[in-house]
Each structure stands twice: as structure tokens, then as C-alpha cells.
């Protein structure tokens, strides 16, 4: 039990870095029910306790943010953390080396803002492949904090300019070995947010307000992923990614006649025999 609660103290400290005060450590998750052909059950409804610990996964951000309102409070944050280190000394050229080091970091964030439109981009193969779609004017904006012991990462995802989902990536590699598998990241935040949704692709809580979805990375990125999404934009996104959805390819012709014959049907030599003559002939009559 006490390995778990210093795991949840942990996780939730990474994952709210960046985003407001760290949250204490949760107590012991429940069970799920299930049904007697083995299936999850829905999950009870959420209690106003974990809805209010769900809404602080959102820190100081709002949905229906823009992209430079995301980049003020990011810019406000980065403000605080170097004011700090900036008063810590009195020697004229470390300070002004923060100073240049902060701007540098500013701009670094707004470097790494997407717009998805047709071109394919170097995030179609990554940790967030599933996560967004080309065409429907969505976009992304990265934060990566890689400093003071940290390595995460925090993904903003627009719709029509508003910010609707926010993606956390947590580096499981700051957590002890034996530790480090989803069903304990799991519980661990069923142990704050009470009973989810499980499902195979991870543990899901919704609200009316916010759905936060436990994801597990860790195969290919060594990564614990929390996807906290806005409901409400989310259903217009799904129908806008619906409306220009690129049409299902068409089966080979020839090959769909092969898949669909008759395993005892044998092949004629006359069939399609105008076709096979003019392949042979490179497509030339007779004289």
C-alpha cells in the first residue's frame, strides 16, 4: 500500500508539473464489477471528490483556449520558475544567461506548433498518431519539460483554433522497475479518480465536463500517458473527422474475383482471353 501511495504522489507530481499544485496521494482503488460473460460493466458515476480532482488535471489551462493564450500561461510559468532562479544570484552574467535561456525555451514552444492539414508530418509515427486527424483544421502545440530531473511531455490539441484535448505523456523510466507496468499506474490513478471505464486500450473517467483517459505507451515509448479531453468539442471533432474521412480504398478488381471463386471451379483457358491476347501482343491488333 505504501509503494503504491508514493507511486500516485509521484505520478500525479509529474503529471501536474506544469499544470498547478501537485496533488497528495490517494488511497486504494476498487475493484471492477463484471458481468458473467466477462465483460467490464460501466463504471459508477463520478463523485463530486474525484470530479473536482479530475478538473485540476487541467491546472491553470481552460478548454476553448487559444494557441497564444496557452502559450501566455506557459510563457507566465516559465516567468515564475526563472524569476527564481534569476534572484538565487547575484553574478550579472549567469543571470543574463537565464534570462536568454527562458527566451529561448518561449520560443521553442511556439516553434513546435502544427497545423494538420494535407501534408503527412514527423508526428503520423510517434506517441500521438492516434490522436489527431489531417484536414479538419486541427492543430497541435508541444511543451516538453526535460529539465530538473523531468523528462515529460505535454501535448495541446485545437479544434477551429480552441483548445480541446490535452495529451501527458509520463516518462516511466522515473519510477522503480518492479513498479513500472500500466496496471499499477492503473490503480494508482483509480486511487484518485475512483472506479473508470476499462476498456483494452486503457481506464477511462467521464464527466460531463471532462473525460481523462489512463493510456499505456510504455511497449514503444516507455511512456504512461493521461489523454484529458473537453466532452462537448470532442463530438464535433468526431463528426467533422467523420465528414472528411478519405473514402475506403477499392479491392483489387482481379483479385477479388480470384478471393470470391469457387475453390472447385477450374480455370478457362477462354476467359478473359481478349485481355490475355493483347498483353501477349503488346496491346496490337491483328494486321
Sequence with gaps: MARLTKLTTLLVGISLAFAGPALAGGGKGKNHKTSKKGGTKKAPPVSAEHKKKLAELMGAFKFGMTK??????????LDDQYAEKITATNDIHTQDNLRAEKKDRIAEITKTFVEFNGQKTGWDVSII???FARNTNESMLVYWENSGGKNQRRFFFFYDGKLWKMFLALDSKQIAEEQRNFDVFRKSMEGRFGPGMVDPTGEEWATSDIDVKAVDRLRFYDAFCLVVTDPKRAKEVEATRAEHAPPPKQDDAIMKTVISKDPSDKPSLDENKDAVNAIIGNGKQKP
Design 68 to 77: 497564444d493564450e496557452v502559450v501566455g500561461v506557459l510563457t507566465k510559468q
Design 129 to 131: 498518431d492516434d490522436q
